[in-house]
């Protein structure tokens, strides 16, 4: 069995009198360690796929198998214990408490996590050492980021969940923090999924779930995954 599967999900929203499908019948397998994308244009179907798996949102219909159990049978005690656990979140537009420094932020997300590393050594490692006292607003949008990130993996979760994470920064910052986040599949064994409209992320995924229309359409496997370094896009 995969370390993830989703199998033969539907979510469905309704909207008034009609029903909007956003997730159609969506299976597919992700390992352990892996660095995933799951592409497809606006409105696919992408974030309702990284909301379910991360217990933000339940599916209709389908199984949510994390690491052996079906998280779409938990109940909300169960599903608010995972997300607090298990699930690492790194949104586009970082969502930091802005009255709070970089090293309070990752702070407070620990605070509530058993496992959880130690905050200054996490925001060392994304290369923030020197930016630990400083608030938001005094940081950039890409060393908002970083904190974001040291903020998730800080947890020590079971699953690392991006949203366009580089939605909202210019190349050579979006290029730093998708080495980051490629850095911590390869070098810390985190498993890593990603969401983006940009299909010129694809080559530096182990695997990339192609989204269309509520359906996954196709998924491919990167045998030999670009290095960021040497990426354009
Ligand atoms: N909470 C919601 N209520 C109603 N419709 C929603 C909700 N979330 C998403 N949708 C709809 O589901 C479809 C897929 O949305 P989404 O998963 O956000 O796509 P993507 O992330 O690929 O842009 C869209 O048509 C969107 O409007
Ligand atoms: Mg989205």
Do not use: W
Request: net charge negative; glycine share 8%.
């Amino acid at each position: 069995m995969a370390y993830i599967e989703m199998k033969h999900s539907y979510r469905r929203y309704q909207m008034g009198d009609s029903v909007i499908v956003a997730n159609h019948d969506v299976s597919f397998e992700i390992e352990k360690g892996e660095l995933v994308i799951i592409l497809g244009a606006s409105g696919a179907g992408k974030s309702t796929v990284l909301n379910i798996l991360g217990g933000m949102d339940s599916n209709d219909e389908g199984q949510v198998i994390i690491d052996g159990t079906d998280i779409s049978q938990f109940n909300d005690r169960q599903l608010t214990s995972y997300r607090r656990t298990d699930v690492g979140f790194v949104f586009q537009f970082y969502n930091l408490v802005p009255n709070l420094t970089a090293k309070e932020n990752v702070e407070l997300a620990v605070e509530i996590v058993p496992d959880a590393l130690d905050p200054e050594t996490v925001l060392r490692e994304v290369g923030l050492g020197e930016r630990l006292n400083n608030f938001p607003a005094q940081l950039s949008g890409g060393q908002q980021q970083r904190v974001s990130i040291a903020r998730a993996i800080a947890k020590n979760p079971k699953l690392l969940l991006c949203d366009e994470p580089t939605g909202a920064l210019d190349y050579q910052t979006g290029k730093q923090v998708l080495q980051l986040l490629q850095d911590m599949s390869r070098q810390k064994g985190a498993t890593v999924i990603i969401v983006t409209h940009n299909s010129a992320l694809a080559p530096i995924a182990d695997r990339v779930i192609h989204m269309h229309d509520a359906r996954v359409t196709k998924i491919e496997r990167n045998a030999q995954p670009q290095d960021i370094a040497s990426l354009e896009y």
